[in-house]
């Protein structure tokens, strides 16, 4: 075999370890061949203006091959974009497709933060109908706030000021305490005789790296994809923070490939997932990308795991526009009302409000802080005590099933049909009866009425007094 040939299959057709060498080649005697690889590579590399931490330069390996996949998954970046933005003049899809993505990159933060939080609890999270007092989730809190700041300003410049941000954020806090690292948790080196494998940055050295680090953004000239994983890499590898190191670092990555062309849509790409622990495959490149200061080996595994999790957006982009479009068609319209009773009292935006006085629930405990609930919105005709409704669903039949199973689940003063009933009768400024419970449950009179007394004294809505009648009000349900 031809030595060109050689590096050829082991750098563009897989671009292979100096640890898989051996099983690949079925020997031990790999010296000579690596040399040759190492320097094929040498040849195509393109050197960044960031050092490791034992001074040697980072460079990326760009081949003919190489740079064409690094150019192939940028346009697959650009028409992910795209398909994205463009669902502006469909909001519900652009809604839904967002709830998607945003649920695998809090799941995967799940994880990499052991916050221990459920899969409803996650959903109530990002349907805003989130009621726990658990503080070991802030962290999941605080990496969705910040990530829902991060649409609003994407283009914000990438400082230490932003960085502050989003660790703030993160750490729900209104200001920080202290900022980067004053000590280390141990050893300088987890392997301190073998490979010098950091595991972090001596502390003393943070301050100089992340200079080095937000120079790099501002001017090296590599492809934005490049930078942007040369970023996430380069904040795991140094730790600046004594927590949440790998969440600050996928959202600072996110800001450097929203400003280089990816813009809002770039908050759904989920590189979080990467971190996930368990990954082993990820753990062994952050060693040998370490070692060589090859950052090829992190660059070409994420554009392997992000083509895959596009694909899937992409898939849910068109199933949530078939679903939709399919619930818009059979959706019920006026004309399919019956008529109006002769002396209908109808309830209008214009109309005079009544006057009104709350009524005290003795509340059996301690209602939760308020939350919104997005739950169908729901337009009414009031007509003596029934209500003709006709839906809007935001949520679909399953999504409201989760949502009342997790009231059942964070609250056990609430009883099944009272859940079911919330989690579809929730819409805020709208006044529900008695008699709407009692037609949506099927029950009695009486069980209607401590029903909905019950659901007010929790915490779910406002008892009002109208004339000789009592409406329920939902109540913003805190987040």
């Keep these: 075999m031809a030595n060109n040939d050689f590096a050829y299959r082991f750098t563009d057709e ?8 051996p099983r690949l080649l079925g020997s031990s005697l790999i010296e000579p061949f690596w040399i040759q690889i190492e320097n094929y ?14 001074q040697i330069p980072f460079f990326v390996t760009m081949t003919p091959t190489i740079a064409h996949k690094v150019s192939q998954f940028q346009q697959k970046l650009e028409n992910f974009k795209s398909s994205y933005l463009s669902l502006s003049e469909a909001p519900r899809v652009q809604e839904r497709v967002a709830q998607f993505a945003k649920y695998e990159i809090l799941s995967a933060i799940n994880s990499i933060e ?3 939080a459920g899969d409803l609890s996650i959903k109530a999270m990002l349907n805003g109908t989130y009621r726990e007092s658990n503080f070991l989730h802030q962290p999941l809190l605080g990496y969705r706030d910040a990530l829902k700041k991060f649409e609003d300003r994407y283009l914000a410049p990438i400082t230490e000021d932003l960085l502050a941000e989003i660790y703030a954020e993160i750490l729900g806090q209104q200001e920080l305490v202290s900022f980067y690292r004053n000590s280390d948790p141990r050893n300088i080196y987890s392997v301190a005789t073998v490979n010098r494998d950091y595991d972090w940055a001596p502390y003393g050295d ?7 680090l937000f ?5 090296d000239t590599c492809d934005y994809l490049v930078k942007a994983i040369m970023v996430f890499y380069y904040m795991v590898y140094v730790k600046p923070f004594d927590a949440h190191n790998e969440a600050v670092a996928c959202l600072l990555a996110k800001y450097v490939l929203s400003q280089g062309g990816m813009e809002a849509a770039a908050a759904l790409l989920p590189i979080e997932g990467i971190l996930r622990p368990g990954n082993e495959r990820y753990r062994t490149l952050k060693v040998e990308a370490q070692r060589q200061s090859d950052i090829t080996y992190i660059v070409l595994f994420a554009i392997d795991y992000l083509s895959g999790q596009i694909d899937l957006i992409n898939a849910e982009i068109k199933k949530a526009t078939s679903d939709i479009f399919q619930a818009e068609k059979n959706r019920v319209t006026k004309n399919d009302l019956p008529k109006e009773p002769e002396r209908p009292v109808e309830v209008t935006p214009e109309a005079e409000k009544p006057e009104m006085k709350e009524v005290v629930v003795e509340p059996k405990a301690q209602p939760a802080a308020p939350i919104e609930s997005p739950t169908p919105k729901v337009e009414r005709i009031i007509t003596g005590e029934s209500a003709i409704k006709i839906p809007e669903n ?5 999504e409201i099933r989760e949502y009342a199973r997790y009231i059942l689940e964070t609250n056990p003063n609430i009883r099944k049909q009272q859940a079911f009933f919330y989690a579809s009768h929730a819409t805020l400024g709208r006044y529900y009866t008695i008699q709407d419970y009692k037609k949506a449950t099927k029950c009695a009179y009486e069980t209607a009425r401590t029903s909905m007394d019950n659901l007010a004294a929790q915490g779910f809505y406002k ?10 009000t939902p109540i913003k349900q805190g987040e």
């Design 14 to 21: 897989r671009y292979v370890t100096k640890t898989e060498l």
């Design 41 to 54: 590579r040498k040849a195509n590399a393109k050197r960044l203006a960031l050092r490791s931490l034992t």
């Design 114 to 116: 052991k916050t221990q």
């Design 206 to 212: 943070i301050p100089g790296l992340m200079e080095n």
């Design 215 to 219: 120079s790099f953004i501002a001017n």
């Design 394 to 398: 935001k949520m679909s039949d399953k």
């Design 463 to 472: 008892k009002l007094q109208l004339k000789n009648k009592f409406v329920y």
